[in-house]
């Protein structure tokens, strides 16, 4: 990107020319001979992160670094998750030093396939992770970041108190088993399910687990395919997952005007016993745990079966902690001490930090506990180990935004299954026709 295409955006310009300037200074430092050499030991000077998170809540992170590195000093550089894109490309651009890449996992694709980053097949305690931790960061069949953190997701949480009122003592496993338990819960005026579903952004979620039950959970797979061009919107697997989703809403399984309830509202009447089921984020149970909620007796399922194949997993979306990388050009002095950095970052001790920093129900490294919490246990044993990636970490932006619109219209009920799956792939075909290619 050229300084007239970077003018051409929002960024602000003081800060696009406080960036070559810092560019500019570091270069005349090292042609002063003011930096370390390979050969000259332990590297000792600046180091920089560039990061989603804030520098405020990494402190004692930093520190830690610091005191294991003596004479290094960390600039974490808190580019936020929004800005992250637009401000790391200025960076380049000024040639700033870029030593480690601390990600969202969704921007991850982005630097991989653009080879921006080392690959870390060769890291020596790859032992240490989850295999779904590994697995979500491989990319072009490479591993290209290390999971730093815990493992979250959707899942289906419920109110044991509701389904106890109307005699079910058995967790529900199958769509069957909704249907059985929503005759009754509309008997005493609760709704089988509530969701937030003004905040548009959040109905792609139960395509999620959808199509890895109509895929015999090869929904990944199933999206690269489309996204390459060797499958369509319009198959049979997506029709099918677009039908679950409509039966929910044809059965009457959502709350009344679930279109029209944000976030808040959405917790308010889950948490006052007017909607049994929830499916959310994971950090409902820091929610639960810091609250006061009579009306609230929580737990959680993974997402219900709801195909006729029993040998199906029943994934749910989620996430594996922050991405941490290595920058592909970052100097020959500073690329042990960065790998040293990750090895420590993602070691036990840091492990269990970062999960309690974020109130984490299971960690991505296998020797930590992140929380003695029975419900963030039943996660990690139950959830976490069928997690999948988000498929909208693949998506393009207007594939998102279609599956966004498309859901919302079937839970309207003013759409049906086929003719949002003509028009997901309407959206599909512009792209090809602007020339989106998927690299994999």
């Given at each position: 990107?050229?300084?007239?295409?970077i003018?051409?955006?929002?960024?602000?310009?003081?800060?696009?020319?406080?960036?070559?300037?810092?560019?500019?200074?570091?270069?005349?430092l090292?042609?002063?001979?003011?930096?370390?050499?390979?050969?000259?030991?332990?590297?000792?000077?600046?180091?920089?992160?560039?990061s989603?998170?804030?520098?405020?809540?990494?402190q004692?992170?930093?520190?830690?670094?610091?005191?294991?590195?003596?004479?290094?000093?960390?600039?974490?550089?808190?580019?936020t998750s929004?800005?992250?894109?637009?401000?790391f490309?200025?960076?380049?651009?000024?040639?700033?030093?870029?030593?480690?890449?601390?990600?969202?996992?969704?921007?991850?694709?982005?630097?991989?396939?653009?080879n921006?980053l080392?690959?870390l097949?060769?890291?020596?305690?790859?032992?240490?992770?989850?295999?779904?931790?590994?697995?979500?960061?491989?990319?072009?069949?490479k591993?290209?970041?290390?999971?730093?953190?815990?493992?979250s997701?959707?899942?289906?949480?419920?109110?044991?108190?509701l389904?106890?009122?109307?005699g079910?003592?058995?967790?529900p496993?199958?769509?069957?088993d909704l249907?059985?338990?929503?005759?009754?819960?509309?008997?005493?005026g609760?709704?089988?399910?509530?969701?937030?579903?003004k905040?548009i952004?959040l109905w792609?979620?139960?395509?999620?687990?959808?199509?890895?039950?109509?895929?015999?959970n090869?929904?990944v797979?199933l999206?690269?395919?489309?996204?390459?061009?060797?499958?369509?919107?319009?198959?049979p697997?997506?029709?099918?997952?677009?039908?679950?989703?409509?039966?929910?809403a044809?059965?009457?399984?959502?709350?009344?005007s679930?279109?029209?309830?944000?976030?808040?509202?959405?917790?308010?009447?889950?948490?006052?016993g007017?909607?049994?089921f929830f499916?959310?984020?994971?950090?409902?149970?820091?929610?639960?745990?810091?609250?006061?909620?009579?009306?609230?007796?929580?737990?959680?399922?993974?997402?219900?079966?709801?195909?006729s194949?029993?040998s199906?997993k029943?994934?749910?979306?989620?996430?594996?902690?922050?991405?941490?990388a290595v920058?592909?050009?970052?100097a020959?002095?500073r690329?042990?001490l960065?790998l040293?950095?990750?090895?420590?970052?993602?070691?036990d001790?840091?492990?269990?930090?970062?999960?309690?920093?974020?109130a984490?129900?299971?960690?991505?490294?296998k020797?930590?506990?992140?929380?003695?919490?029975p419900l963030?246990?039943?996660?990690?044993?139950?959830?976490?180990?069928?997690?999948?990636?988000?498929?909208?970490?693949?998506?393009?932006?207007?594939i998102?935004?279609?599956?966004q619109?498309?859901i919302?219209?079937?839970?309207?009920?003013?759409?049906?299954?086929?003719?949002a799956?003509?028009?997901?792939?309407?959206t599909?075909?512009?792209?090809?026709?602007?020339?989106?290619t998927?690299?994999n």
């Amino acid at each position: 990107m050229s300084l007239a295409e970077i003018a051409r955006t929002e960024m602000d310009r003081r800060l696009v020319l406080k960036l070559l300037g810092v560019g500019a200074m570091g270069a005349a430092l090292a042609a002063c001979g003011g930096g370390s050499s390979a050969n000259s030991g332990p590297y000792k000077g600046k180091f920089v992160i560039m990061s989603a998170n804030d520098p405020a809540q990494n402190q004692p992170l930093i520190k830690g670094i610091e005191a294991a590195f003596p004479g290094g000093q960390v600039v974490w550089r808190g580019l936020t998750s929004e800005r992250f894109v637009e401000l790391f490309t200025a960076s380049e651009v000024a040639h700033d030093q870029i030593d480690l890449l601390d990600l969202n996992g969704q921007d991850l694709r982005r630097y991989a396939v653009g080879n921006r980053l080392l690959t870390l097949d060769d890291f020596s305690h790859k032992d240490r992770f989850v295999p779904v931790a590994l697995k979500t960061y491989t990319v072009k069949n490479k591993l290209q970041a290390l999971a730093r953190g815990g493992i979250s997701g959707f899942t289906f949480f419920y109110n044991k108190k509701l389904l106890a009122q109307v005699g079910f003592k058995q967790e529900p496993q199958t769509y069957d088993d909704l249907r059985k338990l929503a005759l009754e819960l509309k008997k005493i005026g609760v709704a089988p399910f509530v969701h937030a579903g003004k905040d548009i952004y959040l109905w792609p979620v139960w395509m999620f687990w959808a199509l890895a039950q109509t895929s015999n959970n090869q929904s990944v797979d199933l999206t690269f395919k489309t996204l390459t061009g060797s499958m369509k919107f319009t198959d049979p697997e997506y029709v099918a997952a677009l039908e679950l989703i409509y039966s929910y809403a044809q059965d009457g399984m959502f709350i009344q005007s679930v279109n029209n309830l944000d976030s808040n509202s959405a917790v308010v009447n889950f948490t006052q016993g007017k909607a049994a089921f929830f499916y959310t984020h994971s950090s409902i149970i820091g929610t639960y745990r810091k609250g006061s909620f009579p009306n609230l007796d929580l737990d959680l399922v993974p997402p219900l079966l709801a195909v006729s194949n029993s040998s199906v997993k029943r994934e749910m979306p989620g996430g594996t902690g922050s991405a941490d990388a290595v920058y592909a050009k970052i100097a020959p002095e500073r690329k042990q001490l960065a790998l040293n950095i990750l090895d420590l970052m993602t070691n036990d001790k840091w492990s269990k930090w970062a999960s309690d920093q974020n109130a984490d129900p299971a960690s991505c490294n296998k020797n930590v506990q992140a929380s003695a919490d029975p419900l963030a246990l039943k996660y990690a044993h139950s959830c976490a180990p069928i997690q999948n990636t988000y498929l909208d970490w693949y998506w393009p932006p207007e594939i998102t935004q279609a599956f966004q619109q498309n859901i919302q219209g079937l839970v309207s009920e003013t759409l049906k299954p086929d003719t949002a799956a003509q028009k997901i792939q309407q959206t599909m075909d512009g792209l090809r026709q602007d020339g989106y290619t998927f690299a994999n």
